[in-house]
């Protein structure tokens, strides 16, 4: 049962255009989303998060939304930059149980 | 700066061998994180450990044992290695159970074949 969901399994952007990366989830006890980055032959860097009480968080180019009530989430990253091409994975979690539940994850290509 | 490191980058092994991953990290991290990631099916929990001594189950944990003698390291063991234990295994380690939003951090993985 896959609680966490990323329908696309890859994304091609050109440079300087919005990268939007999807995420449903179907646990409702998930109390915060992370999202991490991950490139070849390295352990995955997580990158942002956002609490369940909250509906947007912003860090520079990147944003994410959460859509509660569609149990929805996304990643935006503007403008999209050739390092940000690498895997994508969201995660939600539970309580305070420091555990998380990971996403299949988007490769994300971002072209010249 | 956090640092997670695991014994090997590449490893390969006959089946039924008995495998160990070693993971260490160096921030007195309390919580650490054993997933095996394969295409398609993301990060997968194995086992995670909150405490010396203490471990429990992850999501997959059949085929898999794990040890924590010490708080910096944090040991995934194959008893008998099969070729469906083929992956790249990921070691992470976060600061401390109870706190929301707790980052984990990764190691570079170790990437398993099992023959």
């Known amino acids: 049962d896959q609680q966490v969901k990323q329908n696309s399994p890859s994304l091609s952007v050109q440079e300087g255009r919005i990268s939007i990366l999807n995420c449903d989830y179907t646990n409702s006890m998930f109390d915060y989303f992370l999202w991490y980055k991950k490139y070849p032959a390295e352990g995955p860097t997580f990158l942002i998060s956002i609490s369940s009480i909250k509906d947007k968080n912003e860090d520079g180019r990147f944003t994410v939304f959460l859509n509660k009530s569609a149990k929805h989430l996304s990643l935006h990253i503007v403008p999209s930059q050739p390092g940000d091409s690498a895997v994508y994975f969201c995660a939600g979690e539970t309580g305070t149980a420091s555990k998380l539940t990971f996403g299949t994850g988007t490769r994300l290509q971002v072209t010249l | 700066d956090v640092k997670v490191t695991q014994s090997s980058r590449y490893l390969v092994k006959r089946t039924g061998e008995k495998v160990f991953l070693e993971c260490v990290q160096d921030?007195?991290?309390?919580?650490m994180f054993w997933y095996r990631q394969d295409p398609g099916l993301g990060l997968r929990l194995i086992y995670f450990s909150y405490d010396v001594k203490m471990k429990e189950k992850g999501d997959i944990p059949e085929g898999y044992s794990v040890s924590r003698e010490k708080k910096e390291r944090f040991s995934l063991i194959l008893e008998s290695a099969s070729t469906n234990q083929t992956s790249m295994y990921l070691c992470?380690?976060?600061?401390?159970?109870?706190?929301?939003?707790?980052?984990?951090?990764f190691g570079p993985g170790t990437r398993l074949t099992v023959l």
């Open positions: 921030m007195d991290h309390e919580n």
């Open positions: 992470a380690s976060s600061f401390q159970r109870g706190t929301l939003g707790n980052e984990q951090f």
